[in-house]
């Protein structure tokens, strides 16, 4: 199961990697993409006055010019620390480490009650999609490995995995078998 929650990781280390540097790209170009899509909307718009009809995703990129290019660095700043941040826990969840555990559960735990909030503003099928998966990783986290000491914390989980690995439990994995005598025929 970290494995998978690392994998989940993973895609978000992509998607907010390629956000930053789109920001950075688009802070770094500002005045020649403005222009472009001011001609763009306005060839689409039939050569009229203003972009005010077009909607849908090319209506919705004009906000991208409200911004400065030193507030879309920032942005691009902040979203590539959390993707380092994502990156850090893909890792050390690929890798079975109790730290990666504690600081995925912490990360994801913090970001719920945002997710809340943009629940309550507007429902959607990804936003409820984020949310679900983020409850059950939190809950996954907490009862199975045992963070914070629920059910019996990590000495129970180091016995857990003392008893399923080592000698011992390959001893009782394999069946007793009588030996073979070998008969003089």
């Known amino acids: 199961m970290l494995r998978l929650i690392a994998l989940d990781r993973a895609f ?66 902040i979203v590539l620390v959390y993707a380092v941040l994502e990156g850090v826990e893909m890792v050390g969840l690929w890798r079975n480490r109790r730290w990666a555990e504690y600081l995925t559960f912490v990360a994801t735990t913090l970001l719920i009650p945002y997710e809340i909030y943009e629940l309550s503003l507007r429902l959607s099928i990804w936003k409820g999609a984020a949310f679900v998966v983020n409850v059950l990783v939190v809950a996954y986290l907490l009862w199975a490995k045992r963070l914070f000491g629920v059910r019996g914390g990590y000495a129970a989980e180091e016995e857990r995995r003392r008893h399923l690995g080592g000698w011992e439990a390959v001893e009782r994995a394999t069946p007793d078998v009588e030996p073979l005598v070998a008969t003089g025929s």
């Open 12 to 77: 978000h280390v992509l998607v907010l990697g390629s956000l930053g540097i789109a920001f950075i790209l688009f802070a770094r170009h500002d005045a020649a993409l403005h222009t472009y899509y001011t001609n763009l909307m306005t060839a689409l718009d039939g050569g009229g006055p203003g972009t005010g009809r077009i909607r849908g995703v090319l209506g919705y990129l004009r906000k991208a010019f409200d911004y400065t290019p030193s507030h879309l660095y920032t942005l691009a700043t």
